[in-house]
């Protein structure tokens, strides 16, 4: 199997595009581990072993460009893209929300609204982002993105040890108010609204406990059945399980509730990536360890199946 993400650590698709291209024409990436600095996972990660890419992204434009080539070299994809109601004090780093919705209505034009889902998280509470901010915006997004794709992800802030102090956490209250009327303005727009590694059950809101790496859906997109267990790595998370080829600490949006940054090392580490490295950030050292992972793609087990 493989579901390749791009990426859940950092931005990629807006910071880095060219690097990712270049790993794709060659075929392979290397991958430091984030909890063992010395050893790198080489990872095979041509046409023929990478089932889906998913990309995740806080800002398309970049990548846009390189569409029409990685379709030519075959892979087959789809867009998570968030876009929230935050100003530059919650997201300093990132262009105006209408930059960014125009990139999403370009993408869904160019790909089709079937494979761009937005995402519309994490939602915190503050007193500036009350509950009546986040119904307000939320509706109007809806208003501008309802043509443009059919699902939209939500989920709540948790408190990461990177956050805390920063923000609270919100109350059950607060999160069933806020369910019940984001369920309604969705329903409105004929969007399938669904949540991503939350323990609450909110379908009596219509809200769907669903994941980023759905099965189904990219089951769907593929148009062949996967054999890929869930990710076990964090709880409430019913995502398929996929290898990740970002580096954590490597993203300068600055949110401020970003879970993946230590963002007084970020500038330290941009200024380490080589577009025509193999290594997201730096290069090999001499007394690194390499690792030749072993990933399948579940196409030539369904080609088989068939035969049979």
Not at 87 to 115: C, H, T, V, Y
Not at 228 to 254: E, F, Q, T, V
Not at 271 to 294: A, C, Y
Request: hydrophobic fraction near 35%; proline fraction near 3%.
């Amino acid at each position: 199997m493989m579901i390749l993400q791009v990426s859940g650590r950092t931005d990629i698709c807006a910071l880095y595009p060219k690097w990712f291209i270049n790993r794709l024409k060659e075929g392979y990436v290397l991958v430091r581990n984030p909890y063992n600095k010395q050893q790198v996972s080489h990872i095979n990660i041509s046409k023929d072993v990478v089932d889906c890419i998913a990309f995740c992204t806080k800002n398309p434009q970049k990548i846009i460009p390189y569409l029409k080539m990685i379709d030519e070299l075959g892979y087959k994809y789809y867009f998570m893209i968030t876009i929230t109601s935050y100003d530059q004090d919650i997201e300093p780093g990132l262009p105006p929300k209408l930059s960014i919705i125009k990139s999403f209505i370009n993408l869904s034009n160019f790909i089709g609204k079937d494979r761009i889902i937005w995402r519309y998280d994490p939602i915190l509470l503050n007193k500036r982002y009350d509950i009546e901010f986040h119904l307000k915006m939320f509706q109007k997004m809806c208003q501008l993105l309802f043509k443009y794709t059919n699902i939209v992800i939500i989920s709540y802030l948790d408190i990461y040890k990177n956050i805390i102090g920063k923000f609270n956490e919100l109350s059950e209250e607060e999160i069933i108010y806020l369910s019940k009327h984001l369920g309604a303005i969705a329903a409105k727009y004929n969007l399938q609204i669904q949540t991503c590694s939350e323990k609450y059950d909110l379908e009596k809101y219509g809200i769907i406990k669903g994941s980023c790496l759905d099965k189904q859906y990219i089951e769907k997109l593929l148009g062949y059945s996967l054999e890929i267990k869930n990710n076990r790595n964090r709880s409430n998370c019913l995502c398929l399980a996929s290898i990740d080829i970002g580096a954590y600490s490597s993203c300068d949006h600055g949110c401020i509730y970003c879970y993946a940054c230590n963002h007084k090392i970020v500038k330290k580490n941009m200024l380490m990536h080589n577009e025509n490295s193999p290594l997201l950030l730096g290069e090999l050292n001499d007394d690194d360890q390499i690792i030749k992972r072993t990933v399948t793609s579940n196409k030539k087990r369904q080609l088989q199946l068939n035969i049979f």
